[in-house]
């Protein structure tokens, strides 16, 4: 028993602290510095909170976050859990190990070390690294050299703090020269194996690398969806309005049989609609960052304005917001079973700054045509021209087949070889066909590969190989609705109808 604490000990010891790790006492981290590597035990703690539902991972980190400020005066509790978590599972993963080896090699500690450290290398890289999400080889983590050779030392240290505890065997039975004699065959033994299997893993990890999708390999993609705390926000305020939701109430009224308010709970309480959305706005430029992806939830305006019973006369529904803001939208649009009410946002109660409590959704439109903060549904027979709409805005709103760039950069300087090229490419409703991109100024055109795009009405990420050759590139992309009209090239300033033109880079390769 007391040699598989012991076990345990060396395995969490190796790779916790001595080689990749300082993750328990803390003196080795300038290792992680100087390596540029994550530690197994990083991965493998990220790894078991990500294997929590998102809703009990959230509840955790709050109970434990909190009793951690509360009753240790200490932040980051929940990581620290976390960590130390990790730390026992190496711990009992290393216990296990000695057991296992001892099973089959009893005779000589040396042999067991030798077997071990063959068998830790195997099993962080080949299958605990992998699983913790770390890839192959844990190339997750670092730079795959350093990782492989961390990896192969973390063995080595392991093995050897585990054979010193193991007991000799007595030297009759084996005697001393040929135990000393076979120790350093095994040890010989041991760093070939090591040494090989690196090798071969690292040749692994790149034939790896070589089947993932473009996507894996491309860095400087933005994630499909965007979080709630990068994603663009406008609004015409300097302060934007603070609605109080459970004095609020939503009215539904003008040309209806039946009008009536409801508050947020009511609306809660109502059979509830989710899908992902992209939201640009119109005042984007070609190439700009007004454009957001996010998975929202609420009910659907039919559900709604049907229980009012529109007037067989009403033609245009008039959106009134908290804010003065105010948009027309006709009828049909807004009882298009995709057109709904949105109070959450990828999960989360609908931020402040994106129109808590409720904004509209409403596919194919410009972020103009998606009130936020709405207070009332008004239903008319007469056209409307909203707030931006008055000062010379478009009344229809609707989105232009977009595609830019967010890899590489333009004005960027990038190594000569193989570079990722990506982006996004959005086309509202109509959604997006083809992604083509010019490294030469517009001449020829080379198809990029799509992400299949998350919903009718996202974005799509886009990206392809360029195989670039020393010297200054203009580069430009340019996209395919989904009927296959391609992207308007002329050059246009966003006022009145939204931008047009391509999305063009000069890159430096060097
Ligand atoms: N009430 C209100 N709704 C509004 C606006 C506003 O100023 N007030 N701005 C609109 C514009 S121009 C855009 S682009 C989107 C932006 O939504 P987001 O901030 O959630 O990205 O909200 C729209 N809805
Ligand atoms: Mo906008």
Same mark, same amino acid.
């Given at each position: 028993m007391a040699r598989l604490v012991w076990a345990g000990f060396a395995g969490w010891l190796a790779f916790g602290a001595l080689v990749v790790g300082g993750v328990p006492v803390g003196v080795p981290l300038w290792l992680r510095e100087l390596l540029g590597v994550r530690t197994p035990v990083e991965a493998i703690g990220e790894r078991l909170f990500r294997t929590l539902p998102p809703e009990t991972f959230a509840l955790l980190v709050n109970v434990l976050e909190d009793a951690g400020r509360r009753y240790l005066g200490v932040t980051h509790l929940a990581k620290t859990a976390a960590l130390l978590g990790a730390n026992g599972v190496v711990f009992v993963l290393g216990a296990v190990g000695v057991w296992a080896v001892r099973r089959w090699t009893p005779a000589n500690p040396w042999s067991t070390a030798a077997a071990l450290a063959v068998g830790s290398w195997l099993a962080w890289s080949l299958v605990l690294l992998p699983l913790a999400g770390a890839g192959l080889v844990g190339a997750g983590l670092g730079p795959p050299l350093a990782v492989a050779a961390s990896l192969a030392a973390g063995s080595l240290v392991y093995a050897a703090l585990v054979a010193v505890a193991l007991p000799r065997p007595s030297p009759?039975? /084996? @005697?001393g020269t040929l135990s000393r004699r076979q120790a350093l065959r095994d040890g010989v033994r041991v760093v070939v194996g090591l040494v090989v299997g690196s090798a071969l893993g690292l040749w692994l990890e790149r034939a790896a690398a070589w089947a993932q999708s473009v996507f894996e390999r491309i860095r400087g993609l933005p994630p499909e969806v965007t979080p709630n705390s990068e994603f663009y926000t406008v609004s015409k305020n300097f302060f934007d309005p603070e609605v109080d939701a459970r004095s609020g109430r939503l009215e539904v009224s003008g040309l209806v049989e039946r009008p009536f308010r409801l508050s947020l709970e009511e609306l809660k309480a109502l059979p509830g609609y989710s899908r992902p959305h992209t939201f640009e706005c119109i005042s984007n430029p070609v190439g700009g960052d007004l454009i957001g992806n996010a998975v929202w939830k609420g009910v659907r305006f039919r559900e709604l304005v049907e229980r009012a019973r529109p007037r067989s006369t009403a033609r245009k529904v008039v959106f009134w917001c908290a804010d003065g803001y105010h948009t027309a939208l006709p009828l049909a649009d807004v009882l298009d079973p995709e057109s709904f009410l949105a109070y959450e946002m990828n999960g989360e109660v609908l931020p402040k700054s994106h129109g808590f409590p409720v904004r509209a959704v409403i596919p @194919?439109?410009? @972020?103009? $045509?998606?009130? $936020?903060?709405? /207070?009332k549904l008004e239903l008319t027979d007469k056209d409307h021209l909203g707030y931006w709409e008055q000062q010379g805005w478009s009344d229809e709103a609707v989105v232009k087949t977009m595609s830019k760039f967010t890899t590489p950069t333009d004005g960027a300087t990038v190594p000569a070889g193989t570079v990722g090229v990506g982006g996004v490419a959005y086309a509202g409703d109509r959604g997006v066909s083809a992604v083509e991109v010019s490294f030469d100024d517009g001449r020829t055109w080379r198809r990029a590969e799509l992400k299949p795009a998350m919903g009718k009405h996202t974005w799509v990420l886009w990206g392809l190989l360029w195989d670039a050759k020393p010297g200054r590139h203009v580069l430009k992309v340019r996209a395919r609705d989904g009927v296959g009209t391609l992207q308007d090239g002329r050059s246009r300033p966003p006022l009145p109808e939204g931008a047009t033109g391509y999305h063009t880079i000069r890159v430096t390769v060097r």
């Open positions: 009759q039975a /084996t @005697g @194919g439109l410009f @972020g103009m $045509k998606n009130p $936020k903060w709405i /207070t």
